[in-house]
């Protein structure tokens, strides 16, 4: 009689016959968590500083209006108060907006750094894995031509 061919048998015969290693996936997934902690610690740090940053900047405009909205004798002060608030938030705005800026500059330098590592050590894993497997292949070809 006719029997069926057990495909189940034959797929796991032909994956067999094929080295794989799992190490390579394992290793890639470490580099990959490794990475994303490293970009994660640099978006934190952006955070933290850009809030020191701007709680600064909102204490100081707090102190600042404070001035303004004291009472004064002559209401020509007023009008200096408000001057002199006015010219003191756009120093502010310039000093915070420049600090704003460096944070954003060591973001980026501390990210292109991160890549250009991950892009080298990708590429020496690669190169590594890829000629493992070739031997591997290599010598799995040189065992089948050996039993026939």
Known sequence: ?????????????MMASFPTDN???QNAFKSQAAMAE?????AFEAAEKST???????????????NVTAAKADPAEYSKAASDFASAAAEMASDNMAAFAEVAKKVQMETVELMLAAGKDMTEETTAAVQKATSDVQSAAKKATASK
């Open 38 to 42: 490293k970009l994660s610690k640099v």
């Open 52 to 66: 020191e940053i701007s709680s600064k900047w909102t204490k100081d405009a707090i102190a600042k209006a404070t």
């Open 1 to 13: 009689m006719t029997k069926t061919p057990d495909m189940t048998k034959m797929v796991q015969d």
């Open 23 to 25: 190490s390579a996936f």
